[in-house]
């Protein structure tokens, strides 16, 4: 009996200790970059983003990972151009407007950084990626009481085929107008929040 209790409270005490970061969409972005006939970038946004990291520093293999991201308001500054990606050709919004991630393992790396390998899904399809993650250090939240934030930025690379993003231009058969690679970046802002501030006593009459 007593060993069945000390086993609680250790899995009780290792869940505590799992700080729930809230990524803060106001100041979150997933920026991406394409090559456009070979030699030129073309760089955009792909929507707002909102996820959660359930981040344990003393056990970082039991931290997670979620974010979603709506790339149907993908955004790169030509109205034609933005249309063109919203449609059945490449990330066909109406039917898929948002792209989503879940970790499958995250692991300690260099100072301030995680490894991530988990699952994106885009276009209707899920494929495995991995990143390393950086975190800056906390700081106080200046405008939410008792709160901290703190910063994470990742960059990764995907091939748009796998994710059957294959448009290719009549004019050329070939990948000359926009590039497979396309590199995503991501800088968010993660916010926790903190116990309510106790209530100070009445003062006795």
């Known amino acids: 009996m007593k060993n069945l209790i000390a086993v609680a409270v250790l899995a009780l005490s290792s869940f505590a200790s799992a700080a729930e970061w809230t990524i803060e969409t106001n100041h979150a972005t997933a920026g991406f970059t394409v090559k456009h ?19 344990d520093e003393k056990n970082v293999d ?16 030509n109205p034609k151009r933005d249309d063109h990606l919203k449609s059945p050709d490449f990330f066909d919004v109406a039917k898929h407007p948002t792209a989503t991630f879940t970790s499958t393992k995250i692991a300690a790396g260099a100072p301030n950084k995680l490894k991530v390998e988990g699952n994106l899904t885009m276009h209707g399809v899920t494929k495995p990626v991995s990143f390393e993650a950086e975190l800056s250090g906390e700081v106080d939240h200046p405008m939410i009481p008792n709160a901290k934030a703190r910063a994470a930025t990742a960059s990764f690379t995907v091939n748009r085929d796998d994710f059957g993003l294959n448009w290719q231009s009549k004019a050329t058969d070939s990948y000359f107008v926009v590039g497979r690679e396309v590199k995503v970046d991501l800088n968010v802002e993660l916010v926790k929040m903190g116990a309510p501030a106790a209530k100070a006593a009445p003062a006795k009459k």
Do not use: Q, R
């Not at 006939?37 to 981040?55: A, M, N, P, Q, R």
């Not at 979603?68 to 308001?73: A, G, P, Q, R, T």
């Open 37 to 55: 006939l070979t030699v030129t970038s073309v760089t955009g946004t792909l929507g707002s983003v909102t996820g959660k990291l359930s981040y």
């Open 62 to 77: 039991k931290s997670t990972l979620t974010a979603s991201i709506e790339v149907k308001d993908l955004y790169t500054g």
